[in-house]
């Protein structure tokens, strides 16, 4: 059997809630989309937003951790010039 590769569209069963299918297929009759496909959007907006998410925690953590370094060699402000406020 040959491996399926990412871009390969596979079908799925899905249980999930009445109440929570009739809010989806809303949406994507707003969107004049197939429930399907608003069922695919969401799924990857949730996963852009997490790998968004982490991107933004990493270059926090990043900065801070340069600001404690420059901090530690005595610079006072975040262009690492020395009496420079």
Known sequence: M???KPTDIVQLR???PDGLR???ETEAKQRK???NKELVRRLQKSFDAEQLE???QRAAISAV???IGRLGQGKTSLTG???EQ
């Open 14 to 16: 899905l249980r999930l």
């Open 81 to 83: 010039k020395e009496g």
């Open 33 to 35: 989309t197939s429930l």
């Open 22 to 24: 009739r809010l989806i």
């Open 54 to 56: 982490t991107t933004i």
């Open 2 to 4: 040959a491996r399926r």
């Open 65 to 67: 951790e340069l600001t």
